[in-house]
Nanobody, 113 residues
């Protein structure tokens, strides 16, 4: 079955950086829009960034200029480079494949002040 496996989460101080990875298997990765969402405790899941099959990115306003989404179709992997992290970025981050509406299991990102 389809698998989306996230990695790279962890604990970081405010102002620091993390790079999330999502390795996909058993999907037509190269033609699928991929995305990252996040869910903080007590809040709804929200869009962080998406990237189309043509490498066009889209970002939530709250992460523009700090986060960068990218993809490597040869590795079936999508990345999220997160810089200048803030405590309000603390959440579980989920990888998403639009074709088929698949979700990863999530990876925890915690930013301490």
């Amino acid at each position: 079955q389809v698998q989306l496996v996230e990695s790279g989460g962890g604990l970081v101080q405010a102002g620091g950086s993390l790079r999330l990875s999502c390795a996909a298997s058993r999907i037509a990765f190269s033609i699928t829009t991929m995305g990252w969402y996040r869910q903080a405790p007590g809040k709804q899941r929200e869009l962080v960034a998406t990237i189309t099959s043509g490498n066009s990115p889209n970002y939530a306003d709250v992460v523009k200029g700090r986060f960068t989404i990218s993809r490597d179709n040869a590795k079936n992997t999508v990345y999220l480079q997160m810089n200048s992290l803030k405590p309000e970025d603390t959440a579980v981050y989920y990888c998403y494949a639009r074709t088929g509406n698949y979700w990863g299991q999530g990876t925890q990102v915690t930013v301490s002040s």
